[in-house]
């Protein structure tokens, strides 16, 4: 907007001098006129090429799913806690998208911009909730609303209003985080197969430890890891929010869990009955890309 207002002001000081000039010489009217119309043709393309850019989403990131942090101004409006303060980053054919799951279902509509504008706005122009299941880390699980948000703009806040049950549209600031592509997982560069990778385990009392390297599994372009544990005493693991449980019934724990990144440390939980109670102890998991190897079929 700053740059706009610059702009029709050097438009309005042009007309100014060139008008002040032309009345001093009489024949040097058509041609101030002609300097005028070039120099506001010039500011109205500019405004307009700077209207088109803002429009367009900023990304350049390749097709695929991110877990991303997705923060808010508001302690009443936020992600839930078992999603760790994040969403699904969805990005398709350059356009952006984020899933978050919310707290309750007492957030009955949002609307991309300010609550103003969302109290005259067409049904088609609001976000409608789907209804997630979230589970927490107790293992209790949940109904909540969840939205698709659409993003035009990375690590930048932007206008996002809410409707409560009473009625009542209200402002909120929200920001979507840029994915660290460096330790992202671009599925689409993995064919479907079995791969094997090291992984690493860090957390809890250390002296657990997981089989590395373990095999990986992609499927329509979803990862999975098979992690082994050095236990038979975990019943089931978190992983964003989701609970899976153990795919044997002998021998040491083993999961089939979702895999989201490579190269960076990965936020699980394991419970663990080894103890006179059950207890869900926090550890990262991290997955070396460099190890990666397709094992073949034959």
């Known amino acids: 907007m700053k740059k706009i207002f610059v702009l029709l002001c050097m438009a309005a000081f042009s007309i100014f001098m060139v008008t002040g000039c032309g009345g001093n010489t009489g024949d040097t009217g058509n041609s101030g006129n002609t300097e005028v119309s070039s120099e506001l043709a010039d500011a109205e393309t500019t405004i307009a090429e700077d209207t088109e850019v803002d429009a367009e989403p900023d990304t ?3 097709d695929g799913e991110y877990q991303v942090a997705f923060d808010t101004d508001s302690s009443m409006f936020h992600v839930n806690e078992a999603c760790n303060g994040k969403g699904t980053l969805t990005v398709e054919n350059g356009k952006m998208t984020i899933h978050i799951s919310l707290v309750s279902q007492n957030i009955v509509n949002l609307y991309c911009g300010l609550a103003a504008d969302a109290e005259a706005a067409s049904k088609e122009e609001l976000l409608w909730p789907s209804v997630d299941t979230v589970t927490y880390s107790d293992g209790t699980t949940e109904e909540v609303y969840g939205y698709d948000v659409p993003v035009n703009v990375l690590d930048q806040e932007f206008d996002l209003a809410i409707l409560g049950k009473k009625g009542t549209w209200y402002d909120h600031k929200v920001s979507v985080a840029s994915p660290e592509l460096s330790g992202e997982v671009n599925s689409m560069e993995l064919s479907d197969g079995t791969y094997s990778i ?19 599994q992609v499927e329509e372009g979803k990862i999975y890891a098979e992690i082994e544990w050095s236990s038979s005493h975990y019943d089931y693991m978190l992983v964003d929010g989701e609970k899976y449980l153990p795919v044997n019934a002998e021998g040491n724990s083993v999961f089939r869990i979702p895999v989201s990144a490579f190269d960076t440390p990965l936020d699980v939980v394991g419970d663990t009955t080894a103890m006179s109670t059950p207890h869900e102890v926090e550890y990262t998991l991290n997955f070396d890309s460099a190890t990666l190897t397709e094992v073949s079929n034959e």
Do not use: F, H
Request: aromatic share 0%.
């Open 198 to 216: 090291e992984v690493s385990l860090e957390g809890g009392s250390g002296k657990a430890t997981v089989t590395s390297p373990c095999m990986l």
């Open 60 to 62: 350049s990131m390749a």
